[in-house]
DNA sequence: AGACAACAAACTGTATACAATTAAGAGGTA
DNA sequence: TACCTCTTAATTGTATACAGTTTGTTGTCT
């Protein structure tokens, strides 16, 4: 069972593997997207991006289609692709669904405390906190990110791992395009109080917290959005 | 928010729509691969599919990526796409993942249960009744399908309706690997009492039904899949 | 000046060509 | 017969070419 593209930026895993080139312009890609060096709206034309990774249009292509399917970008007919901009429902949607499934999950991480990809749990949170305490802000984002992921992982199941890791994305350019510096920071309390809930075997507790944590970084965002400046023609002019 | 090509095959949209020719071709085949008439590791050169279809292999590789990045085809590095083989594990993971969202999506449907998207399930519940009592068999599974998926299309979020149809074309292909005849036909019940115990406001009871519901149908293929011939080598020769 | 049409540039959609790789079979040798 | 190697057919990886579409601009006419 291969980890997707998109998981695997996540996961710590064999960094040797036989990556092919249009994985390698994926993950690139995906990263620039997610920490924000490509912002959303960014024209994305295959040429150039070809020339800059010294491929043909082919190779890019095929990465392009990958993030498109994770919605990462979107890419009209004829028109190419650039760095989606995610709408304010799909915003919502996207941490509704993410509260719904994070939260859920947290029992089978139970389950599962004594793995080795729980406890590599403990190390992500001692990296945060490094990186916080070091002041390196964009590798504490990262971390965070990856903290979220991981604990998918940690139920053992790759297939919701995935599920997690997309949706996790999606957040990082929603950040990107609604969030103030505080959403992205301020994570409204460490990731270790969790762990040790779910460690006291409090589940209820653990998935309250959970439930808690995400809803204010959409929160966040969310009175953010409120000042923002998308209008909808359609249900503006429809007469 | 253009819903995903794999959620359009679920839900009964507008089928006018200017479908590109890949996507026609996405369609068609996983089309072929949920009803069983593309059997679990069957090839899928490019080249006869593109005569197949009357298009350069160009396009074809377009769907096929899509269809391997939804897992149910795998590609290997010069070795060409065929219809994927999910493992065992895999299969659990699919069906593990399927009940933790599936159970947890039910509030949500509760909430929505005005909506057309909630209306269109006693549709879909007729159509499937018609279908059994009319003995085809192939119509009735594709609208048990449809109807979990369009039950998270209820709930007003594509994101989770989409995660959901690609969780449920994974099943599809699951059943057709490991499954009887039992475990795609019986579904033990009528998901018209579903409806009826969310109509009634009962969340938890409604829940349960659906974990008890997922959990069965696993039931089927994996004491199946115990019969089976899957064997590891690795496990079996790590001296 | 404003409106409209034709043109041009940039870009994507699709097909095709060639290189690289794999898999299988033929032929030779012990 | 068993085993190895070389060759060949089939198939994928990648680049490139050309057609089609979109978008913006220029120029003309009113």
């Not at 924000?36 to 024209?43: A, E, F, K, M, V």
């Not at 890019?60 to 289609?65: C, E, P």
């Not at 990186?131 to 919701?160: C, D, M, P, Y």
Request: with cysteine; aromatic share 6%; charged share 25%.
């Amino acid at each position: 069972m291969t980890p997707s593209p998109n998981l695997s930026v996540y996961v710590s895993a064999d960094e040797s593997k036989s990556t092919t080139r249009d994985e390698k312009i994926f993950r690139e890609l995906l990263q620039a997207i997610i920490d924000r060096r490509l912002r959303p709206g960014t024209r994305l034309p295959e040429d150039s991006l070809g020339e800059a990774f010294n491929v043909s249009r082919t190779t890019i292509r095929k990465a392009l289609q990958k993030l498109a399917q994770q919605r990462l970008i979107s890419m009209e007919h004829n028109r190419g692709a650039r760095v989606a901009q995610p709408s304010r429902k799909e915003a919502e949607d996207v941490f509704t669904a993410r509260r719904l499934i994070e939260v859920a999950l947290i029992p089978k991480v139970y389950e599962n405390v004594k793995s080795d990809a729980y406890k590599e749990l403990h190390t992500l949170v001692k990296q945060e906190i490094a990186a916080r305490e070091a002041g390196k802000f964009q590798e504490e984002v990262q971390l965070s990110a990856r903290f979220h992921v991981q604990l998918a992982v940690a139920t053992g199941n790759l297939i919701l791992g995935e599920q997690v890791a997309q949706l996790t994305s999606l957040s990082s350019l929603i950040i990107s395009l609604y969030g103030t510096s505080a959403s992205v920071g301020c994570d409204c309390g460490e990731h270790k109080d969790l762990l040790a809930l779910i460690e006291s075997g409090d589940i209820a507790k653990a998935q309250h917290w959970m439930d808690h944590h995400l809803e204010k970084i959409y929160q966040t965002i969310n009175t953010s959005m409120d000042s923002g400046e998308e209008v909808d023609f359609k249900s503006l002019f429809s007469s």
